[in-house]
Each structure stands twice: as C-alpha cells, then as structure tokens.
C-alpha cells in the first residue's frame, strides 16, 4: 500500500487502498489522506449523518457529506469535533 504525505495530519503514513468515492474528491483523498485521517471522518460522518437524520440516498444529504468530507479532511474551516473531547460532546 502506497504511502501519503497526509493533507490533514501533514504525516506520511499509508494511504487509502481505494479511491472512496468515485469522483473528483474520492481521487484527492486517495491521493492525500491517510488512513488514520480517514478512519475520524468515518466517525464524524456517521455523527453527523445521526444528527441530521441524513439519509445518504438522497442527493441532496450526499452532496451536504461531500462538502463537509472536503471541510474535514482538507478545508481549516470544518465544523470540526474536537477528538480529545469524545464522548463529551453532546448533539
Ligand atoms: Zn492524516
């Protein structure tokens, strides 16, 4: 497996085995996010996808997990979960 010089972490680590979405962001987190990286956002989507009662059959919800995917792993600006607060934060 292919190691990253991770976008998020700024750590060169391994990198995804696959591209996770087939478009244009799928390529860039194949291309520049590590697994660890990918593993928290997994985490925070399935937190949000909870909190907003998405379901990700519906375009629009995909295309709000999309942007937010782009915030978390490769924007400064997410509305980001602060990791060593797990568990305190309350939806
Ligand atoms: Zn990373």
């Not at 520049?32 to 928290?40: G, M, N, R, T, Y």
């Not at 956002?41 to 059959?57: A, D, E, F, S």
Request: glycine residues 8%.
């Amino acid at each position: 497996m292919a190691e990253v010089t991770c976008a998020r972490c700024g750590q060169t680590k391994p990198g995804l085995a696959f591209a996770p979405y087939n478009n244009d962001l799928g390529k860039r987190i194949h291309a520049s996010i590590c697994q660890d990286c990918w593993a928290q956002w997994l985490k925070q989507q399935t937190m949000l996808i909870n909190h907003y009662g998405l379901n990700v059959r519906d375009p629009e919800a995909k295309t709000m997990l999309y942007e937010q995917t782009e915030k978390f792993l490769f924007g400064g600006e997410a509305d980001q979960v602060d990791t060593s607060k797990q568990g305190t934060i309350q939806w």
